[in-house]
């Protein structure tokens, strides 16, 4: 039931369907479960991707790609993280496991943002940290809007009780 609820509320939040998002969700469901990450935050970073790219697929693959992509950079993403990374006082962008485990992910995206609309993070290394097209997509669009999306879909999905799509207070 709570799998439903977290599929119609990102109907409801995202820019999708049911019946575009329930055919595409297993493409990216087990390499998440398999990183850590919790369902919660899966699905918010679907509703705020779809929002962004417009296409359920691109959404998809896009998490799939950067999933894969923050578990195992390779050395000239680690090496453009290193040098953010020194630049920032707090909040800073995580890698591995970290990057994706529990709602890792929903905090890497938050402290991308945030280190881009500070000018602590160029779309240039953006791109350098996450080097695919549909990743950047979807990455790249959570992180010019500041990821307030995500954030507000993280929270209605893991702070609220869904009943049947209606949000009902805990």
Known sequence: ?????LLFTTVQKGVT????LAPKIGRVAGLAGAAGMNMESMFAIIAAGTKVTGLTSVTVTGLRSAINLLLKPGKEARDTL????????TNK???GAAATEGDGMIR???NMAKAFHEGNLSAE???RIIPNA??????????????????KN???MSDKLLVSGVVMEK
């Open 134 to 151: 549909r990743a950047q997509a979807v990455v790249l669009g959570i992180v010019k809007e500041g990821a307030k999306d995500l954030t």
């Open 82 to 89: 290193a040098g953010v990374n020194e630049r920032l006082k």
């Open 154 to 156: 993280y929270e209605l």
């Open 93 to 95: 962008i995580s890698f």
């Open 125 to 127: 290394e953006l791109n």
């Open 17 to 20: 369907t049911m019946g575009e």
């Open 108 to 110: 890497t995206l938050r």
């Open 1 to 5: 039931e709570h799998v439903a609820d």
